[in-house]
Nanobody, 119 residues
Framework: QVQLVESGGGLVQPGGSLRLSCAAL????????LGWYRQAPGKQREFVAS???????NYGDSVKGRFTISRDNAKNTVYLQMNSLKPEDTAVYYC?????????????WGQGTQVTVSS
């Protein structure tokens, strides 16, 4: 089991920045991939960004060039730096950890943190 605790959400004006944090209650070295997803009211959960244990990053088209995913292994924490925020970035943001053990792949989710972009 991987417990994930997100923080850093809040209200920000368009064009502003926020940094989300996701603290894993275990070593990041035991996690194969970490990612951020978001879900706006009435919409399906959407991929935002991911980071593999090998350092490969991937981003959703709507956030490329504006968001950056990173990790601090010493703090067992993954971050999502969000710049040039737009009203359409408003959503609950969820952290996801994928742990592969043999042929099995298990996904673990945090509780989510609300991001609201509004003037």
């Amino acid at each position: 089991q991987v417990q994930l605790v997100e923080s850093g959400g809040g209200l920000v004006q368009p064009g502003g920045s926020l940094r989300l944090s996701c603290a894993a209650l275990r070593s990041l070295f035991s996690i194969n991939a970490l990612g951020w997803y978001r879900q706006a009211p009435g919409k399906q959960r959407e991929f935002v960004a991911s980071l593999t244990s090998g350092g490969i990053t991937n981003y959703g088209d709507s956030v490329k060039g504006r968001f950056t995913i990173s990790r601090d292994n010493a703090k067992n924490t993954v971050y999502l730096q969000m710049n040039s925020l737009k009203p359409e970035d408003t959503a609950v943001y969820y952290c996801k950890a994928v742990v592969v053990a043999g042929a099995a792949s298990n996904s673990h989710w945090g509780q989510g943190t609300q991001v609201t972009v509004s003037s």
